[in-house]
T-cell receptor, first 116, second 114 residues
Framework: DQQVKQNSPSLSVQEGRISILNCDYTNSMFDYFLWYKKYPAEGPTFLISISSIKDKNEDGRFTVFLNKSAKHLSLHIVPSQPGDSAVYFC???????????????FGGGTRVLVKP | NAGVMQNPRHLVRRRGQEARLRCSPM?????VYWYRQLPEEGLKFMVY????????ESGMPKERFSAEFPKEGPSILRIQQVVRGDSAAYFCASSPKGLGLEQYFGPGTRLTVT
């Protein structure tokens, strides 16, 4: 049951260029889409989110785009910096269903390497 | 304000032994979630607890795994009779209101079964 897929396991990009991470999902009930960043030997940290009623959310160098008809979202990082080297997880979430709505469903992650 | 604490950070167990993983949520948080990350995979939800209650254990294996979050003290994830397939990183997250948007993760416990 793979509701969330990140089809690119890794991405290498030059410092200063754009990093584009993709995420596809199957469940049209998701209300929010979260992106988490994870460094080795640490827990995931929240990066940015987007509501299903929006198609774009921007926070500094990070922008997330949502295409509901295609069930696809992407995270853009520009300009990419060496400190952005990490694994990025897409994690959709359903609001409102008391028990099931509180868990996050994670994609497999994309490992980003930003080269100086 | 300390973040989510997990201990131990690394745990080695032989097959058949028991593993106990502890999670202390952030101050003021009464909702705890456990996730498991197998090598080269994403995190998979296991169980969601509030104080003294299991709310959702739909991701928990039916046998050998149990979780609790007592009125006092940390949340405990217990794995009995560990097998090699249990080797993974186990992450705990806490939130103040039980909302997916507000989950803060601990550093994880890496369990190795030999």
């Amino acid at each position: 049951d793979q509701q969330v897929k990140q089809n690119s396991p890794s991405l290498s990009v030059q410092e200063g260029r754009i990093s584009i991470l993709n995420c596809d999902y199957t469940n049209s009930m998701f209300d929010y889409f979260l992106w988490y960043k994870k460094y080795p030997a640490e827990g995931p940290t929240f990066l940015i989110s987007i509501s299903s009623i929006k198609d774009k959310n921007e926070d500094g160098r990070f922008t997330v785009f949502l295409n509901k008809s295609a069930k696809h979202l992407s995270l853009h990082i520009v300009p990419s910096q060496p400190g952005d080297s990490a694994v990025y997880f897409c994690a959709p979430w359903v609001v409102g269903i008391k028990a099931a709505g509180n868990k996050l469903t994670f994609g497999g992650g994309t490992r980003v390497l930003v080269k100086p | 304000n300390a973040g989510v604490m997990q201990n131990p950070r690394h745990l080695v167990r032989r097959r058949g032994q028991e593993a106990r993983l502890r999670c202390s949520p952030m101050k003021g948080h009464s909702h705890v979630y456990w996730y498991r990350q197998l090598p080269e995979e994403g995190l998979k939800f296991m169980v969601y607890l509030q104080k003294e209650n299991i709310i959702d254990e739909s991701g928990m294996p039916k046998e050998r795994f149990s979780a609790e979050f007592p009125k006092e003290g940390p949340s405990i994830l217990r794995i009995q009779q560990v097998v090699r397939g249990d080797s993974a990183a186990y992450f705990c997250a806490s939130s103040p209101k039980g909302l997916g948007l507000e989950q803060y993760f601990g550093p994880g416990t890496r369990l190795t079964v030999t």
